[in-house]
């Protein structure tokens, strides 16, 4: 009998143990989900679009390429970051008509064109001079090359890039974009690219499409002429570079993988 009850003690206490941990379990199981989740959603990207729509002088329109922006602005929010549109002169930013082509067509340009809701987002960009680095973790510029006439020269783009930077807080470009990193500084006064390894839309590339003598530089001399270490992949392949803060990449086919460098930095 002794030994009877003994082992009925037993079996309670074991079996007392293991619903105590079963509960435990889901608990700790949900700390941690809620604890990604916060990361996750606590993370905001401000994303800066061109304003310029003409073509140099050749009647043509430019603007921002639609993939640069969508693949990037996608992997970001399925991710729970809370993407923030801007552009020097807020409102609907023009878009390169070549990007709505067929033969440029992806996953995400294909997203983009049945998503009504982030295409509002696109026609009511906040106009950058009422941006404060301050709210934000990251920035990313999305290229075509309407960047090359107005990003490269916007005072309030330049200081924002600076402010972020000097802040410690990544900055991203992706093709015609870097263009944008014509003019920042870093705090003691150089080139933030000075030093750098950095890609961006290659001559090869430039001269591929014809506009060599059309654009107002090219982001391949400017670069290294800021002393920039410039690199690139084979033309139209993804190709892209992070060093430090700074993350590049050199066409379209690389907004993927500028966007996966952006995001793991933002995780870390």
Known sequence: MKTIKYLMVAFTIITVASCKNEKQTPKAEAATTEATNKTEKNMNVLFVLTSHEDLGKTGEKTGFWIEEFASPYYILIDKGVKVTIASPKGGQPPIDPKSELADFSTPATERYNNDAATKDLIKNTVKLEKVNAANYDAVFYPGGHGPLWDLAED???????????????????????????????KADGTPIVKGKKVTGFSNTEEE????????????????QENGGTYSKGPDWEPYALEDGLLITGQNPASSVLVAELLLKKLEK
């Open 155 to 185: 005072k309030t783009s330049i200081s924002l890039i600076e402010n972020f930077y000097n802040a410690n807080k990544p900055i991203a470009f992706v093709c015609h974009a870097p263009a944008a990193l014509k003019y920042p500084k």
């Open 208 to 223: 591929a499409v014809q506009l060599t003598n059309v654009v107002p530089f090219l982001v391949e001399n400017m670069l």
